[in-house]
C-alpha cells in the first residue's frame, strides 16, 4: 500500500533559482525510507544551479539536486537486512538490470539508466538533497557509527576514482600522474597509492589544489606550467607508466600522450573540452592505450569500506559545511574554485 511523507528538498527550477520548497513522498512496503544526513556538492549540481543544465540534461521541471549523500534508516520493508537508525550511504546508481549492458555487468552503460538527481531523462529523477529520500535495499551500504556522515558524503566520488583506478588495471609499482587535483582528483591520488603506486604525481594549475593533492597522499605536485618539469617527464619517450586525466582542459588531454611512457595507459576521467586536438600519430607510435572512465559499476561497497577503515581520508578536500536551509549560498560558495574544494550540505535538523 502506498504511503506519504511530507519534507523539505532543494529543489533546482532552473538557471540560478534554487528553492527550499515541500515534497511528498510516496513509498511502498518494499521502499527503504532514509532520513539524510549529509551531502556533498559535485560540479553536476553546480552546472544545473549556475546554468541551467548539466551538459545535455537540462532542467525541465523543478528537481531536487544531489547525488552524493548518506542517511539513517528510517523505514525498511519486511524481512529485511536493514536496521532502523543505522547509518548507511546511497548509492545513487538505478540501472535497469534488463537491458544488454545490465546483463553483461556493465551497467554503467545502462541504456535505460536512472540516476538520482540527473535531469537526463523527463520527468527527471529526484536527488538526495532532501530531509528524507526513497531508495531501494540494494542501494544502502551500511557504514560503522563512528565514521561521520561528512566522511562517507565522499562515497560516490571515491567510487567513481575507485573505478577509474580499475580501468588502468594494476597499478602496483607503477608511476602516476593525476591531472587535475580537484576532489575527483584528489580521490583517484588516495586510490592510486591505495593500490599500490609507488610514485603519484599530481598536477594542477591551483595552489591551493596543490596543497590538498599532498595531504591527499601525493608524493609531489607539479604545475603544468613549469617547463622544467615538463621536459623530465617527456624525457625518454615519458615517464608516467599510468596517467590519469581529471581535468578536462584541451591543453591537458593533449599534454597526456607526451608524458606517458610507451606502452603506457591513459585514463581520460575529466569531461571538460570536447572535441580537443588530439596527437594521434605520438599516440599510436608509443602504443599507448587510451580509456574512458564513466561512473562506476560496482565499486560503492569498495568504496564504503575504504572510507571506513581510513584507507581513503577525505577529509582535506572539505572546505566548508552549510545547513541545507542555505543551500543557495552552499552552491555559490562551490562554484568559487579559490576557496572550495567539497562543499558538504548537512540535513541534522
Ligand atoms: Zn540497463
Given at each position: 500500500m502506498n504511503q506519504k511523507l511530507i519534507c523539505k528538498a532543494c529543489f533546482a527550477h532552473g538557471k540560478q533559482d534554487i528553492r527550499i520548497d515541500d515534497r511528498e513522498l510516496t513509498y511502498t512496503d518494499d521502499d527503504v525510507v532514509i532520513k539524510i544526513e549529509a551531502g556533498g556538492i559535485c560540479g553536476s549540481d553546480i552546472h544545473y544551479y549556475?546554468?541551467?543544465?548539466?551538459g545535455l540534461s537540462v532542467i525541465k521541471h523543478p528537481m531536487v539536486i544531489g547525488h552524493e549523500f548518506v542517511g539513517r534508516v528510517d523505514k525498511i520493508p519486511k524481512n529485511s537486512k536493514l536496521k532502523i537508525g543505522q547509518k548507511v550511504a546511497i548509492n545513487p546508481s538505478r540501472p535497469c538490470n534488463q537491458c544488454q549492458y545490465c546483463l553483461e555487468?556493465?551497467?554503467?552503460?545502462?541504456?535505460?539508466m536512472r540516476f538520482?538527481?540527473?535531469?537526463?531523462?523527463?520527468?527527471h529523477v529526484h536527488g538526495g538533497f532532501s530531509q528524507y529520500a526513497i531508495v531501494s535495499e540494494q542501494q544502502c551500504f551500511p557504514y560503522d557509527e563512528t565514521v561521520p556522515a561528512q566522511v562517507m558524503a565522499f562515497a560516490e566520488p571515491t567510487t567513481v576514482a575507485i573505478h577509474a583506478v580499475n580501468i588502468a588495471g594494476s597499478l602496483v609499482g607503477k608511476k602516476v600522474l593525476v591531472i587535475g587535483a580537484g576532489p575527483i582528483g584528489c580521490l583517484i591520488i588516495a586510490a592510486a597509492k591505495a593500490a599500490g603506486a609507488v610514485e603519484v604525481i599530481a598536477s594542477d594549475i591551483n595552489e591551493r589544489s596543490q596543497k590538498i593533492s599532498l595531504a591527499m597522499g601525493a608524493d609531489h605536485v607539479v604545475s603544468p606550467l613549469n617547463q622544467e618539469a615538463l621536459a623530465t617527464f617527456t624525457?625518454?619517450?615519458?615517464?608516467?607508466d599510468v596517467t590519469f586525466e581529471a581535468c578536462g582542459a584541451a591543453a591537458a588531454i593533449e599534454s597526456t600522450v607526451h608524458v606517458t611512457r610507451a606502452n603506457g595507459t591513459i585514463v581520460q576521467v575529466?569531461?571538460?573540452?570536447?572535441p580537443v586536438q588530439y596527437p594521434v600519430a605520438q599516440m599510436l607510435a608509443k602504443e599507448i592505450s587510451w580509456k574512458g572512465s564513466f561512473r562506476f559499476i560496482n565499486e560503492f561497497g569498495i568504496a564504503v569500506k575504504w572510507l571506513e577503515k581510513g584507507i581513503?581520508?577525505?577529509?582535506?578536500?572539505?572546505s566548508s559545511e552549510f545547513p541545507y536551509q542555505q543551500i543557495e549560498q552552499a552552491l555559490i560558495t562551490a562554484t568559487d574554485k579559490n576557496i572550495s574544494s567539497k562543499v558538504i550540505v548537512t540535513f541534522f535538523d
Open positions: 549556475q546554468e541551467g543544465h548539466a555487468g556493465k551497467q554503467n552503460q545502462c541504456t535505460n538520482m538527481g540527473s535531469a537526463q531523462f523527463n520527468p624525457h625518454n619517450k615519458g615517464y608516467f575529466g569531461m571538460g573540452a570536447s581513503i581520508d577525505p577529509r582535506p578536500l572539505i
